[in-house]
């Protein structure tokens, strides 16, 4: 069945979806050349319980099985797996979703709860546990899948991210106003977001299911390691304006320094990366410092540090952040034991993750070690 002329014109229920992705699955059940199989046949006896299309599997010297199919046009996570029941059912048939597109977090959630499915471009996960896994990835979409309503690499969702995941709000019961304030009672304060671009992240995020809605109103956090991953991934660290600098201040003095300059900067100044995981996370050791500061300090930087700019061995990395929600500090990273505050943990692991040498390694000790802890405490299922 030649799909691509068909696959923009889908409606969710529709004949072409079904008959497109009816013949997608008879392609990739074809693959599996040992596999008997009956015909695919149209499922309208069970519409009501949402499917559409189904396969009768034989697994030789193992039995039968059977593959029930839903088939939408445009699938969201939020809807999964509450809107996909499957009651009632018999002979244990595999659930299976199917749609032109399937996102990278549509199938972590369709795995999760034990739901196979695939795509047009032949991406899919089939898989009938201890008989068959059918597994393939990295076709590029042959439908224009839907763009997502909220850009999640911009600084202004990434104020909103970092409110959200950090260990001290992970609990927290959001309403969207409250959201958009919340930045302005920060010390030091942070420019808020507009409202609209709240909505349009929240709701993004509520479809993505990495939210949920409270049942005291608003909304909660609920699936806060695959969010970290999805900013993480979509986060611009190069954004950045990384600067070499080499001092003669060692330990004690250039602590000392470091100190007086977040004071005198009234809070606009942070440890960061390794710098600031060395008193989250202790993992790895290196001997540069890492520091953010804003571009107008840069001359109160120098001067309290002795510090001058090089090409080639510093030993002092300074970021001029490209929005100040990297000074969102959290109640663990503030000055403490008469020393310069460090970012926010999550704002840690998602430069650690980006800038180079062992900082992955790093980012997974943090993450194991303080964020994760922190979000179980408060009560967050991982």
């Avoid at 009501?48 to 969201?76: H, N, S, Y």
């Avoid at 409110?163 to 030091?188: C, D, I, V």
């Avoid at 900067?265 to 202790?282: D, I």
Wanted: charged fraction near 25%; hydrophobic fraction near 40%.
């Amino acid at each position: 069945m030649n799909t691509s002329n068909i696959v923009n014109t889908f409606k969710s229920g529709s004949v072409t979806l079904g008959k497109a992705m009816a013949g997608k699955l008879l392609e990739l059940l074809e693959d599996v050349g040992w596999l008997e199989y009956g015909p695919i046949e149209r499922f309208p006896a069970m519409r009501e319980r949402g499917f559409d299309l189904r396969v009768k599997l034989k697994i030789r010297g193992r039995g039968t099985t059977q593959l029930w199919v839903q088939c939408k046009a445009d699938p969201r996570p939020s809807h999964f797996p509450s809107a996909f029941v499957l009651t009632g059912a018999v002979n244990h048939p595999v659930p299976v979703l199917a749609a032109p597109f399937i996102s990278q977090r549509m199938a972590e959630v369709c795995k999760e709860a034990g739901w196979s499915w695939f795509d047009l471009a032949g991406n899919c996960r089939l898989d009938i546990p201890g008989l068959l896994l059918v597994h393939r990835t990295g076709f590029p979409p042959v439908h224009r899948h839907p763009k997502p309503t909220a850009n999640l690499a911009t600084p202004e969702a990434g104020r909103i991210i970092r409110a959200l995941l950090s260990p001290e709000h992970a609990g927290t019961r959001w309403t969207q106003r409250y959201l958009a304030e919340h930045f302005g009672k920060m010390n030091p304060p942070i420019p808020q977001p507009s409202l609209g671009l709240v909505n349009k992240v929240v709701r993004h995020l509520r479809d993505e299911a990495f939210i949920e809605k409270a049942p005291d109103g608003g909304f909660r956090l609920c699936d806060p390691a695959r969010l970290l991953f999805a900013w993480r991934d979509a986060y611009r660290f190069d954004r950045h304006d990384r600067r070499s600098y080499f001092t003669l201040l060692q330990r004690d003095k250039l602590r000392g320094a470091l100190e007086v300059l977040g004071a005198r900067t009234c809070g606009y100044a942070a440890y960061a990366a390794f710098s600031a995981a060395e008193f989250q996370a202790p993992h790895v050791r290196q001997p540069k410092t890492w520091v953010y500061i804003r571009e107008q300090d840069l001359s109160l930087f120098e001067e309290l540090l002795a510090a001058k700019p090089v090409d080639s061995g510093e030993n002092l990395v300074v970021l001029i952040p490209n929005d100040a929600g990297v000074f969102c500090l959290g109640d663990g990273d503030r000055v403490s034991d008469h020393r310069l505050a460090c970012t926010n943990a999550v704002q840690t692991y998602v430069d650690l993750w980006q800038c180079g040498g062992r900082g992955q390694e790093a980012a997974e000790a943090l993450l194991e070690q303080r964020l994760k802890p922190a979000w179980i405490r408060k009560g967050l299922k991982l």
